[in-house]
């Protein structure tokens, strides 16, 4: 086995510009000072929580030197001075971030939607369009779970990847540079504990990816240190048997002390020509690192650290070496650095001010014009003593806010609620303006806000000639990806057992033979990082499917679905977008963990994607078509016991669009409205026979989509014709249907509509036990459809329908 490629000064040092040494120690300097400054603002009450990177200097100034345009960051919190090396971020932007300002021109990370230290850059304009990425340093939108940022570091260098060796990609040249872009990962020391840290550097090896995964360690995490996160104290140690030799692919790891100038940059100059030029994955473990603040606002870590650790930081803290270093030369003077350190804490300060400034100001600006319109409101009511003195709170308040302000405002129309007078209405009228623009501020862009969104995209019927041939549904989507294969070279689909056999159900059936492997992939059996492949590959303007084989296994990616995706355009305000297709398969089949319907849990947990429920396969190809055309990140739940039953060959199998946000009525009735889903629409429509025999008309309506859930209230027209409502699904009870009729009944204000009481008929509360018998007994079946309808028809009119039972 190869041994780690320890660095340390070199014989024959790289010749250092006396100018670029100067400008790297007044960045890591101010990046210092920002760290020392922002703790100083939480505590004064200026902002609500800091997290810094302090102690991690000189690593990121030596990472930033060799971090090219086109390059992506995949990091977390501590990365500070590499944003503002790469000039990506500012030391004003820094503490616009800390304070929350909701500007996105000043604050363009995340319009003060995550708290500070939370990167990105901006890789969309205005309206939605992709920016040119190899023009730009690019960074991914940070999110603080820790090690949630590996699963997508593996997807942003896979890019890299597809777009060298597949050569219908090759025209895309504002997505990449023939593959050369190289994705750059940091990771603190106690999070390489995580499995996703562990499973993408599986991937990360098997799939020989540009990947740089720089590992910053001070010794601990939080107050733990390494002896209780990291077999023999070392993750370097731990990852010997991924590093490559002459025999084997792998990849290369270098250990280097973070405090080491001339050690550093040879190891990030090493790694990025490995990862750039060859495409093997590059471990860079950046030891003897310090933490001078502690972990963040919330401890102190001398309650942790011994005295001697503590004088141990001190003395090799790392722009204290650099320092030093740098006076060794003989290239700088001392003085000089003293000069830089003045300079350095002046500019800060002056950046912290000026950030405080524009963020206060806006807040002071919405304060007077709301405290004028009170002392206005104060003057035309009997209310004044209590306006005054939400007037005079207000006006007093140290460092107000903007719920301070609108806050006042409320109370101040709840005091006066029985008034009508001018200086109410004009109250009301500026109140209800800030309403609208903090809706823009604190809520926008969960979903897309562009030309592409889904529900903007035009639906297209299928079609069938007169004597349409009846296929296998697996045959209609292996038809509609072959049609998407053919015609866009950016989509490739990939997931356990999709290349070679096709998938589990065949719908990829000889189509890796076809397209090759670049556009049909096998994957290892790594739920995360399949997400996290499609995240980042989507995030470099790729069309990628990932497959998890049964919605049973999500549970495996849900945080990273959830935490990552699902909310991106959210916290960047529409910076940045994934539009990853997640496909999978559940509800009907036998078991515990092959009969998965928990869409309550995802409705809660996913909002920002679309989740696509089609009933059978033709429907799943009209909404792929739709996908692949919208901007947005999608799940699509196919029906797992859809994939034999015969369906109608579609004429225009790649042009069909299912609308997404409307229902269908599969079945007109007059009796009552049956509002479902998936496979559960087969049960209802089977049932509906029976009823009818019974006397009883259902109507049934398939949502198709659950997010977004019927757009333009279809729903509740068809509740005003029948006045009675059940909701139907394979979920647990409360799941699914709860929200399906929290939609109709409070959002669509069908309660008003309701003769009897809505119903809801959901799984039992478990998982479906194995066999027929099982499944008869846990979800929903046609009996169970039956007597629900029948009771509610029963309350309606006992003297028709008598009791059963």
């Known amino acids: 086995m190869n041994e780690l490629?320890?660095?340390?000064?070199?014989?024959?040092?790289?010749?250092?510009?006396?100018?670029?040494?100067?400008k790297e120690y007044r960045i890591a300097q101010e990046s210092r000072q920002a760290s020392l400054m922002g703790r100083k603002e939480v505590f004064m009450g200026k902002a609500k929580f800091g997290i810094f990177g302090d102690g991690k200097e000189l690593a990121q100034i030596a990472m930033a030197r060799h971090f090219q345009k086109g390059d992506f960051r995949a990091g977390y919190y501590r990365d500070q001075t590499f944003m503002f090396a790469i000039g990506e971020s500012t030391v004003k932007e820094y503490f616009a971030q800390l304070y929350a300002h909701t500007n996105a021109e000043l604050e363009p990370a995340s319009a003060g939607r995550l708290?500070?230290?939370?990167?990105?850059?901006?890789?969309?304009?205005?309206?939605?369009?992709?920016?040119?990425?190899?023009?730009?340093?690019?960074?991914?939108?940070?999110?603080?779970?820790?090690?949630?940022?590996?699963?997508?570091?593996?997807?942003?260098?896979?890019?890299?990847?597809?777009?060298?060796?597949?050569?219908?990609l090759k025209g895309l040249s504002h997505f990449s540079n023939n593959g050369n872009e190289v994705a750059w990962g940091t990771i603190g020391n106690a999070s390489t504990s995580e499995g996703m840290f562990f499973e993408t550097i599986n991937a990360a090896g098997v799939l020989q990816v540009p990947m740089v995964v720089s590992i910053w360690d001070d010794g601990y995490g939080i107050s733990v240190p390494n002896e209780y996160h990291t077999t023999k104290g070392s993750i370097s140690e731990v990852l010997r048997g991924f590093q490559r030799n002459d025999d084997q692919k792998g990849f290369e790891i270098f250990v280097v002390k973070g405090w080491d100038y001339e050690a550093l940059d040879k190891a990030y100059e090493n790694a990025s020509r490995i990862a750039r030029e060859e495409h093997v994955p590059v471990i860079i473990h950046v030891i003897e690192m310090t933490q001078p603040q502690g972990h963040s606002t919330s401890g102190s870590h001398e309650r942790y650290k011994s005295k001697e650790r503590l004088t141990w930081e001190k003395e090799n803290d790392c722009i204290l070496k650099f320092r030093e270093y740098l006076i060794n030369t003989g290239k700088v003077t001392e003085e000089e650095l003293n000069e830089i350190d003045v300079e350095a804490k002046s500019f800060v300060k002056s950046q912290k001010e000026m950030a405080w400034k524009a963020f206060a100001g806006e807040i002071k600006s919405e304060l007077e014009e709301a405290s004028k319109l009170l002392l206005a409101l104060s003057k035309s009511t009997t209310e004044s003593v209590q306006v005054d003195q939400l007037n005079e709170e207000l006006t007093k308040a140290l460092n107000p806010i903007?719920?301070?302000?609108?806050?006042?405002?409320?109370?101040?129309?709840?005091?006066?609620?029985?008034?009508?007078?001018?200086?109410?209405?004009?109250?009301?009228?500026?109140?209800?303006?800030?309403?609208?623009?903090?809706?823009?501020?604190?809520?926008?862009?969960?979903?897309?806000?562009?030309?592409?969104?889904?529900?903007?995209?035009?639906?297209?019927?299928?079609?069938?000639?007169?004597?349409?041939?009846?296929?296998?549904?697996?045959?209609?989507?292996?038809?509609?990806f072959d049609h998407l294969l053919k015609t866009e070279p950016k989509f490739f689909a990939f997931g356990e057992d999709v290349?070679?056999?096709?998938?589990?159900?065949?719908?990829?059936?000889?189509?890796?033979?076809?397209?090759?492997?670049?556009?049909?992939?096998?994957?290892?059996?790594r739920e995360v990082t399949i997400i996290g492949q499609g995240i980042g590959a989507a995030l470099r303007g790729l069309r990628p499917m990932a497959e998890i084989q049964y919605l049973d296994y999500i549970h495996y990616a849900l945080m990273t679905l959830a935490d990552d995706l699902a909310c991106l355009q959210y916290r960047t305000k529409g910076g940045q977008k994934a539009p990853l297709i997640v496909r999978t398969r559940g509800h009907r089949l036998e078991g515990v963990w092959h009969a998965g319907s928990p869409i309550g849990m995802?409705?809660?947990?996913?909002?920002?994607?679309?989740?696509?429920?089609?009933?059978?396969?033709?429907?799943?190809?009209?909404?792929?078509?739709?996908?692949?055309?919208?901007?947005?990140?999608?799940?699509?739940?196919?029906?797992?016991?859809?994939?034999r039953l015969k369906e109608k060959m579609p004429l225009n199998i790649g042009q069909f669009k299912v609308p997404l946000g409307q229902p269908e009525v599969i079945k007109s009735g007059k009796d009552l409205t049956v509002v479902t889903y998936g496979s559960m629409c087969r049960i209802v429509l089977e049932a509906a026979e029976e009823l009818t025999q019974m006397g009883i008309d259902?109507?049934?309506?398939?949502?198709?989509?659950?997010?977004?859930?019927?757009?333009?209230?279809?729903?509740?027209?068809?509740?005003?014709?029948?006045?009675?409502?059940l909701f139907t699904d394979e979920d647990v009870p409360g799941g699914a249907t709860a929200f399906m009729m929290q939609q109709v009944i409070e959002d669509q204000k069908g309660y008003y509509y309701l003769d009897v009481e809505p119903g809801t008929l959901a799984g039992k509360a478990h998982r479906p036990a194995y066999s027929s018998d099982g499944d008869y007994f846990s979800k929903p079946s046609v009996d169970d459809v039956v007597e629900k309808v029948y009771a509610m028809m029963n309350d309606s009119n006992p003297n028709l329908f008598p009791n059963i039972f």
């Open 5 to 22: 490629v320890t660095y340390s000064k070199q014989k024959s040092p790289t010749v250092f510009e006396r100018e670029s040494l100067l």
């Open 115 to 168: 708290m500070n230290g939370h990167f990105a850059t901006r890789s969309l304009n205005d309206d939605g369009s992709w920016k040119d990425l190899t023009s730009m340093k690019n960074s991914s939108a940070d999110i603080s779970p820790t090690a949630g940022q590996m699963p997508k570091l593996l997807g942003l260098a896979y890019a890299s990847k597809l777009f060298r060796e597949n050569q219908d």
């Open 402 to 480: 903007r719920k301070d302000v609108i806050s006042t405002v409320r109370r101040a129309l709840w005091t006066t609620k029985k008034e009508n007078s001018d200086a109410r209405e004009k109250l009301l009228a500026w109140y209800s303006e800030q309403q609208r623009l903090n809706e823009d501020r604190y809520n926008s862009h969960l979903y897309s806000h562009s030309s592409w969104k889904a529900e903007n995209i035009v639906p297209v019927k299928a079609e069938y000639p007169e004597d349409a041939v009846m296929v296998d549904g697996r045959e209609i989507l292996q038809a509609c």
């Open 499 to 525: 290349g070679k056999i096709g998938d589990v159900n065949q719908a990829f059936a000889g189509l890796q033979a076809k397209y090759g492997e670049n556009r049909v992939t096998d994957t290892g059996i």
């Open 602 to 643: 995802l409705l809660h947990s996913l909002r920002g994607m679309l989740i696509c429920v089609p009933r059978d396969m033709t429907q799943a190809a009209g909404m792929y078509n739709t996908l692949m055309e919208a901007d947005e990140p999608a799940l699509v739940i196919e029906c797992l016991n859809g994939y």
């Open 698 to 725: 259902i109507e049934i309506i398939d949502v198709q989509t659950l997010l977004p859930f019927d757009v333009d209230h279809r729903i509740v027209e068809s509740l005003k014709k029948t006045n009675k409502i």
